[in-house]
């Protein structure tokens, strides 16, 4: 029997430690006192709350998650590796999601006009226009700029294209996770490239899910802040 104890709150009074969100909102509602909010304010209102809360969520799996395993620390269980894949899949959902609704936020500040279920934080431009997809980040390359030089530089690099494939790999397979560690104390690694190898084949250690958590949180929590950051002057002409 393994005892957790859940996330005390997932309200965002403390911003995910995210000032800029908070902000974003004080803009937003300073900017609206004049007249209700029309259906675009009242729209990029949700999607705002739901990249937090989606930045929360990511926070309360990883708090389970490091109950669950601390490397070199946690005993190692029965259980351990799965327990720590299926935390670690949360954790990744939660965080790619809170990319996407960034994107709706992105969306909804220009005034692009894609709909929403299209909204996606990947971006393969030759893919889009053979497909003629409607794409955020492509409507963004054609407005060119402050904030789509930070983000074509930021997200074209390793610990997204990482997050990318590990979302992708875990939509449709397990993440295939291993303990490496010969102690009685857990390391538990994934691939590298998870979409490197086979479904059935034993997986090369190379990544230590606690440790990728932690980085990728901090990495997706630096884009959103750093958006908000650009973006706020532009609030109040939604």
Not at 204 to 220: I, K, P, Q
Request: charged share 20%; proline share 5%.
């Amino acid at each position: 029997m393994l005892t957790i104890e859940l996330l005390g709150t997932l309200d965002n009074e403390d911003n995910r430690g995210i000032p800029e969100w908070r902000l974003i909102l004080q803009e937003l509602d300073r900017t609206g006192q004049s007249n209700p909010r029309p259906i675009q304010r009242q729209d990029f209102a949700n999607s705002h709350a739901t990249t937090i809360r989606r930045i929360g969520g990511a926070d309360y799996h990883y708090h389970i998650l490091n109950q669950i395993y601390v490397p070199n620390v946690t005993p190692m269980r029965q259980f351990t590796t799965i327990w720590t894949e299926i935390e670690t899949e949360s954790v990744t959902f939660m965080l790619y999601s809170s990319l996407d609704s960034l994107m709706q936020e992105i969306n909804l500040t220009y005034k692009f006009g894609i709909p929403e279920f299209k909204i996606d934080v990947n971006h393969d431009p030759a893919s889009c226009t053979r497909q003629a997809r409607a794409c955020v980040r492509c409507a963004l390359d054609g407005v060119n700029d402050s904030l789509t030089t930070y983000l074509n530089s930021e997200l074209s690099s390793t610990w997204f294209d990482a997050l990318r494939k590990l979302r992708n790999r875990i939509s449709h397979k397990q993440l295939l996770a291993t303990n490496t560690n010969l102690a009685p104390t857990a390391y538990i690694e994934m691939p590298t490239d998870p979409e490197a190898i086979p479904y059935t084949e034993v997986p090369r250690a190379g990544v230590e899910l606690n440790g990728y958590c932690v980085t990728t949180r901090s990495n997706v929590a630096r884009v959103i802040s750093q958006t908000y950051q650009i973006i706020m002057p532009k609030i109040r002409d939604i």
